[in-house]
């Protein structure tokens, strides 16, 4: 974990989340002479209980719109870092007809904090998604059966992806959900920044993230839904890919992205405009039916999950990052498993059960 001499002052935009608020409160916990500020419109149901827990620690909370220009300025503060973790994350966003949030969050949004970040902040981290991938192209990856889980099948003619997982090189073009495209541009004008203006701004396209903290949905933060549901005792079901739970991710802790990050916010310029996979890696995989395993064995509930075979539109059956470049770089690699994540879940839904069955029981 590497102190950063130089910030003392860091912005996170979406500060009250999952990811946002897990990061403000390690950054006050292992650097606390740090001043963290958190910026967010609180639009994600889940996202007000954190309040509490962040003030607590000494978090500056500021309520705000990054679809509104004047909410970031109105911080009137200059700052060292600003970490990009405010978006509608789900990659179903827009399918119900309504793209008008996502587009006005994910992509104008980013204008505005580009435009803050290169006046008022020395670098920024923003964090993209695995979902900038062509979605027909994950589809097609060959798979097969192998166990619990789905498994490559001859994937050598397919550059950007290997046993590792899926690599930068995977292909971008073609559809990616509305979702993917409002990321997916967003780096782009992140590089131009970069480029044009010297921003010191780093990309980092995510894979599933999960653990204590996740107001996990269906569409957004299920395997986090995953462990609620099996503490809470509430029914779930296998969807899509023929409804056997044989889909497979990787998966990442937020401690794990915090020591990413660290790793990152002192070499910003020397890796301006760079792009990076990071998630858990194979090692850190799981299928939704081995998951279903894990949570039994720590919440030692057993809970009715049905099939449903048809696959929502988006869905794809696998993806694991390679995150060999952010390794080479960086010399970092991920340190929880699946079960170490399932059980920090399980740790926080029962010390918060109050709490966060106002959300999960709703
Ligand atoms: N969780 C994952 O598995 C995952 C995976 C890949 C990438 N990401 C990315 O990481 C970032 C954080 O995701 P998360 O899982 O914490 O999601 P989250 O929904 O828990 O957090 C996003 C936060 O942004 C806030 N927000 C939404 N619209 C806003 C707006 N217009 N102005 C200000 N705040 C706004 C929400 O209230 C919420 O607190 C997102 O950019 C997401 O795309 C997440």
Redesign the pocket.
């Known amino acids: 974990m590497k102190k950063m001499e130089s910030i003392i002052e860091i912005l996170i935009?979406?500060?009250?989340?999952?990811?946002?608020?897990?990061l403000a409160l390690q950054i006050k916990e292992k650097f606390p002479d740090y001043n963290v500020t958190v910026?967010?419109?609180?639009?994600?149901r889940?996202?007000e209980f954190?309040l509490h827990h962040l003030l607590a620690k000494g978090v500056v909370f500021n309520h705000?719109?990054?679809?509104?220009r004047e909410?970031l300025l109105s911080l009137d503060k200059k700052f060292d870092l600003m970490i990009?973790?405010?978006?509608?994350?789900?990659v179903h966003a827009g399918t119900d007809g309504s793209p008008d949030?996502l587009i006005?969050?994910?992509l104008l949004?980013t204008v505005n904090c580009l435009e803050f970040a290169r006046k008022y902040c020395g670098g920024m981290i923003?964090?993209?998604?695995?979902?900038v991938y062509s979605i027909g192209d994950l589809v097609n990856i060959p798979l097969k059966t192998e166990g619990s889980r789905f498994i490559l099948e001859n994937t050598d003619d397919i550059l950007g992806i290997s046993e590792k997982g899926i690599s930068e090189e995977f292909n971008l073009l073609n559809y990616r959900s509305l979702?993917g495209a409002t990321?997916l541009a967003s780096e782009l004008l992140i590089q131009e920044y970069a480029q044009t203006y010297g921003l010191n701004a780093v990309i980092?396209?995510?894979?599933?993230?999960?653990g204590p903290?996740?107001?996990g949905k269906v569409d957004?933060?299920v395997?986090t839904l995953w462990v609620a549901n099996h503490f809470f005792k509430k029914n779930l079901n296998y969807t899509g890919f023929g409804g056997q739970g044989l889909q497979v991710r990787d998966?990442?802790h937020p401690t794990d992205l915090f020591e990413a990050i660290t790793c990152q916010w002192d070499k910003l310029s020397e890796q301006r405009g760079n792009v990076f996979n990071l998630g858990g890696g194979n090692s850190c995989s799981t299928s939704l039916l081995e998951l279903t395993q894990i949570c039994e064995k720590v919440t030692g509930n057993r809970i009715d999950i049905s099939s449903k075979p048809e696959t929502a539109a988006n869905d794809i059956p696998w993806y694991v990052t390679d995150y060999s470049k952010f390794n080479q770089v960086y010399n970092w690699s991920p340190k929880k498993n699946v079960t170490n994540i399932v059980e920090d879940i399980y740790s926080w839904l029962k010390s918060n059960e109050a709490e966060v069955s106002k959300i999960f029981n709703r």
């Open positions: 935009t979406g500060g009250a989340g999952f990811v946002g608020s897990n910026f967010d419109n609180l639009k994600r889940g996202s954190q705000g719109d990054i679809r509104i909410d990009e973790a405010s978006a509608e994350p789900s949030y006005q969050t994910n949004g923003f964090l993209s998604t695995s979902r979702y990321k980092n396209r995510c894979g599933v993230i999960a903290g996740q107001w957004q933060g395997f998966l990442l």
